[in-house]
């Protein structure tokens, strides 16, 4: 239990739908993260935010689209996904920015038909 | 960022020690060396980290050489449980945010 959790654990979407995964850190962090975890490859850093703000997009395709109305909650919306967005996809908080101790959540195993 | 190179895989006996080595050769003087891990299907957990001092902490131990070029991360009595992904990471302190992951050592820990 890392004080990071991750809903839902799975999802299924066509790729018509429109879904959103959930991020809660029960830290008191002031950072947040989501990555990319594709089959066999390494993580990916999609989106940084920072006391509330983005500072990072790593070229992320605009179907991806996060939201972080507070410290402790992040988001990721979800639309019109391609198959090959499949992923886990991993939610992480740190205490500051610059701060390289991450804690990461369970993650959201994503399948895309 | 410094480039670190790991072995892809290693297996090691359970209740020895697993000793994980990692190169970065390019290091700066600024620049930590931060371990992770990520046991399958599960985020990946912060183990330790250091600048050039030997750590230790209740998880593992982390042994820098004095030209800091290399660090080994030693899991005292290892068990099945430890069996995961180790992942190497080089940063400067105060860096921002990005941690690059690469491909890691995968280690198995066997009866």
């Known amino acids: 239990e890392t004080g990071v959790t991750q809903t839902p654990r799975h999802l299924v979407m066509g790729m018509t739908n429109k879904k959103s995964l959930k991020c809660e850190q029960h830290?008191?962090?002031?950072?947040m993260y989501w990555y990319k975890q594709s089959a066999k490859k390494p993580l990916e850093l999609m989106f940084v935010?920072?006391?509330?703000?983005?500072?990072e997009n790593n070229s992320v395709p605009s179907r991806f689209s996060p939201e972080c109305p507070n410290s402790s909650h992040l988001f990721l919306h979800l639309h019109t996904l391609q198959p090959e967005d499949s992923a886990l996809y991993l939610c992480?908080?740190?205490?500051?920015?610059?701060?390289?101790?991450?804690?990461f959540g369970p993650g959201t195993r994503l399948t895309v038909l | 960022d410094a480039k670190t190179t790991q072995p892809p895989s290693m297996d090691c006996a359970e209740g020895r020690a697993a000793n994980l080595p990692c190169n970065h050769s390019?290091?700066?003087?600024?620049?930590?060396v931060y371990w992770y891990r990520q046991i399958h299907s599960q985020g990946p957990q912060y183990i330790i980290h250091?600048?050039?001092n030997n750590e230790t902490n209740e998880m593992a131990s982390l042994i820098i050489t004095e030209d800091r070029k290399s660090s080994t991360l030693i899991l005292p009595h290892a068990t099945l449980r430890d069996t995961a992904v180790y992942y190497c990471?080089?940063?400067?302190?105060?860096?921002?945010?990005?941690?690059?992951f690469g491909t890691g050592t995968q280690l198995k820990v066997e009866l």
């Open positions: 390019t290091i700066s003087g600024n620049e930590y």
């Open positions: 935010y920072n006391f509330k703000e983005q500072t």
């Open positions: 830290l008191g962090h002031n950072a």
């Open positions: 250091g600048l050039k």
């Open positions: 992480a908080s740190s205490q500051d920015p610059g701060v390289n101790e991450q804690f």
């Open positions: 990471i080089v940063r400067p302190a105060g860096g921002g945010n990005k941690l690059t």
